[in-house]
Nanobody
Framework: GQLVESGGGSVQTGGSLRLSCVVS????????MGWYRHGPGQNRVLVAAMTDDGITSYADSVKGRFTISRDNVKNTLYLQMNRLESEDTGVYFC????????????WGQGTQVTVSS
């Protein structure tokens, strides 16, 4: 399946955004899905991930502020981002893994998030 992200935008520090990643096909074709951030001049970083049985994990920098979730009926992965900080700025990519041995092998096109004071 393909992944299509939406929901990015520009917000002020302390604001919120919700990113969506729609899977064309079944979300169950992936055993793990996650959100990566590619900040300016930085490496791509995994900020949140979720397995198909609901286990979640977060980067330390976003714990308590971001929540990853999924709607199996809508075949959609979400990332609720609250109390946004300037360091959260970047392009956010939805990624999915269909084989634990293969890592994330399916990627969306990315959506820009810009946080300014």
């Amino acid at each position: 399946g393909q992944l299509v992200e939406s929901g990015g935008g520009s917000v002020q520090t302390g604001g919120s955004l919700r990113l969506s990643c729609v899977v064309s096909g079944s979300i169950f074709s992936f055993n793990t899905m996650g959100w990566y951030r590619h900040g300016p001049g930085q490496n791509r970083v995994l900020v949140a991930a979720m397995t198909d049985d609901g286990i979640t994990s977060y980067a330390d920098s976003v714990k308590g502020r971001f929540t990853i979730s999924r709607d199996n009926v809508k075949n959609t992965l979400y990332l609720q981002m609250n109390r946004l900080e300037s360091e959260d700025t970047g392009v956010y990519f939805c990624a999915a893994s269909s084989d634990p041995l293969d890592g994330y092998n399916t990627w969306g096109q990315g959506t820009q998030v810009t946080v300014s004071s």
